[in-house]
C-alpha cells in the first residue's frame, strides 16, 4: 500500500533567510506531486525536507501516520532521483542499480529479480555492462531512475531530474518516469520550474513562490482556473489585465478593462461585493472572425474586439498574433494555416465562459 505524504506547518530558515513559510499539504498515496515555480522560490528546499537532508525549524512532516521529524535521512526509505543523476563512474549499470540492494542486504536471489524487473520497465536491457561513461545522458538518467525504483522507496523524489536533456529526450523519459510511477504506485514529489512538464506528467501540482504555497490542484484545473495573476502568469501564456466591474447579474460580470468593455462568466454569487478583479484570457480562447474590413459576421455575440496586427510569430504547431486592442497589447494563437499581415485590423472574439475571473491581490 502507498504511503500518503503530510507536511504540517513547515517553516526552514537559512541565517535570518526564511526559505519555506509555514508549508502544509497532504498528498494521497500513490499520486504524483510537482513542485512548481520559478527559480529560488523553495522547491529543493522543500523537497530536501521531506528526504530528511534539511531539518526544519518548525513543523511536521508524515508518510502515512508516521511522524518522520527525528528519523535520519538513511531510514526514511526513500530515494532521489537528481539531474546530475550521481552515478558511480567506476560501477557498470547493473553495479549502480545493485548499489542500494547490497546496502540494504537484500538477498541475492531477491536482488537479482528485482534489478532484472528494474533494467526492463527503464528500458536499458542489453546495456547492463556498460559504464556510465559510455552512456547518453538519457540512459544515465534511466539508470538513476532504476536505481530509486530497485529499493523500492516509500516516497520517490526527483530535483529537476530532466535538466540536462535535450527537448525531445525529455518528453520521453518523462512519459517513461510517469509510467514506472504509476505501474509501481510510488507516491513522488517531483521538482522543476518547466511548467509544460509539471502539466504534463502530475496527478497535482503545488504552484510555490518565495517560499510558500500559492495554489495547490490538478493540472486542469490550474490551467483554467489559476487563482492569481502569478499563477496566471507562470503557467501557460496568458492577456492578463484588470477589471472594474460595472455591473453584474447572477451568472455574468461586465467589466471595463485596458482592452474595452468585456462580459465575464462567474459561477452563481461569486466576487459578492468586488469591485475590482484580475482578468486572464488565454491567446488559444480569442478567436479570430476575420478581417475588420470584411465585415466579419459577429452575430450579436459579446466581447467582440477589434485589434490591430502588430506582428506575428510563427511556431510551428501554431501562430502567436500580437495585436494592439484598444490601445494594449493582446497575444492570440491561431492556427499555422492563417496568417494577418501586420498592420491589418482584425475582429476577434473573447467568449464571456473562456475568460476567467480572479481576485485581485489586496482584495482577497
Ligand atoms: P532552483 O529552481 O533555482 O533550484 P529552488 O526553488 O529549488 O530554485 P531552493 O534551492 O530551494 O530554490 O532555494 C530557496 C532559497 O533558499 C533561495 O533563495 C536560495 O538562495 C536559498 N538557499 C538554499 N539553500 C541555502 C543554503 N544552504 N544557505 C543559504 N541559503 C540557501
Redesign the pocket.
Known amino acids: 500500500m502507498a504511503y500518503s505524504l503530510t507536511v504540517k506547518k513547515i517553516n526552514k530558515y537559512?541565517?535570518s533567510?526564511q526559505?519555506l513559510k509555514d508549508i502544509s499539504f497532504t498528498v494521497e498515496g500513490g499520486k504524483f506531486v510537482t513542485l512548481l515555480?520559478?527559480?529560488?522560490?523553495?522547491?529543493?528546499?522543500?523537497?530536501?525536507t521531506i528526504a530528511g537532508f534539511l531539518e526544519p525549524e518548525d513543523g511536521e512532516i508524515y508518510f502515512g501516520d508516521r511522524l518522520m521529524n527525528d528519523v535520519p535521512p538513511n531510514k526514511r526509505n526513500t530515494a532521489m532521483c537528481f539531474q546530475s543523476y550521481a552515478l558511480f563512474p567506476h560501477k557498470n549499470v547493473y553495479e549502480n542499480i545493485a548499489f542500494g540492494l547490497r546496502m540494504r542486504k537484500i538477498d541475492k536471489e531477491e536482488q537479482q529479480r528485482r534489478i532484472a524487473e528494474a533494467i526492463d520497465m527503464v528500458n536499458l536491457i542489453g546495456l547492463e555492462k556498460r559504464m556510465p561513461y559510455e552512456l547518453s545522458g538519457g540512459q544515465q538518467q534511466r539508470v538513476a531512475l532504476a536505481r530509486s525504483i530497485v529499493v523500492r522507496p516509500d516516497i520517490l523524489l526527483f530535483?529537476?531530474p530532466l535538466s540536462n536533456l535535450d527537448a525531445k529526450l525529455r518528453e520521453k523519459v518523462r512519459v517513461d518516469i510517469r509510467r514506472i510511477q504509476q505501474t509501481l504506485g510510488i507516491t513522488t514529489v517531483y521538482?522543476t520550474?518547466d511548467q509544460a512538464e509539471a502539466l504534463a506528467i502530475s496527478d497535482v501540482i503545488i504552484a510555490?513562490n518565495k517560499?510558500s504555497i500559492i495554489q495547490m490542484t490538478d493540472p486542469r484545473d490550474i490551467y483554467d482556473r489559476p487563482d492569481s495573476r502569478f499563477v496566471a502568469d507562470f503557467i501557460g501564456s496568458s492577456n492578463l489585465c484588470d477589471g472594474l466591474i460595472l455591473s453584474r447579474e447572477q451568472d455574468e460580470l461586465v467589466c471595463d478593462t485596458c482592452y474595452g468593455r468585456l462580459h465575464v462568466e462567474i459561477e452563481k454569487g461569486q466576487f459578492e461585493g468586488i469591485k475590482k478583479l484580475s482578468l486572464c484570457i488565454r491567446p488559444e480562447d480569442v478567436e479570430v472572425l476575420g478581417y475588420a474590413r470584411e465585415g466579419a459576421d459577429t452575430k450579436g455575440l459579446k466581447n467582440i474586439l477589434f485589434g490591430k496586427v502588430e506582428h506575428s510569430v510563427y511556431m510551428g504547431s501554431s501562430r502567436d498574433v500580437y495585436l494592439s486592442v484598444n490601445g494594449s497589447t493582446m497575444r492570440v494563437s491561431v492556427p499555422k494555416q492563417q496568417y494577418y499581415e501586420d498592420g491589418s485590423e482584425i475582429c476577434l472574439y473573447a467568449a464571456p465562459k473562456r475568460i476567467h475571473a480572479m481576485m485581485t491581490e489586496g482584495e482577497r
Open positions: 537559512f541565517g533567510f526559505a515555480g520559478p527559480s529560488g522560490c523553495g522547491k529543493t528546499t522543500l523537497l530536501r530535483d529537476e521538482v520550474h510555490m517560499g
